[in-house]
């Protein structure tokens, strides 16, 4: 089973570029795990996200989708739910604390 991984505090496009080849590494081995779970991000830290982190985060979503697999952003910070609320993205909000799915 893999960590849950946790987004950074800025998810903008600045800082999209260099997460893009570390996220595809991690969906790499996310997506081949032997398992039917959603894929949890801890997305508890995001305090700025823009269009281009949205856009990573849909990205890795489809990829996941393209295996069979589901994202879920868990303990999503305020400003991320707001984001994918206004972008009608509210399918990769978990709703189970992070607490419970570790569990």
Partial sequence: MLDTPVLPAELTI????ELHPQWSAWLADAASADDDAPVCI???AVDQIDGAGLQLLVSLSNSLAA???TLQ??????LLINACQTLG???L???TP???VSA
């Fill in 14 to 17: 600045y800082t999209v570029s």
């Fill in 42 to 44: 801890d997305a508890a």
């Fill in 93 to 95: 909000l978990a709703t």
């Fill in 73 to 78: 952003l868990v303990d999503a910070s305020q």
């Fill in 98 to 100: 992070q607490a419970e």
């Fill in 89 to 91: 993205l509210e399918s």
């Fill in 67 to 69: 295996r069979q697999r």
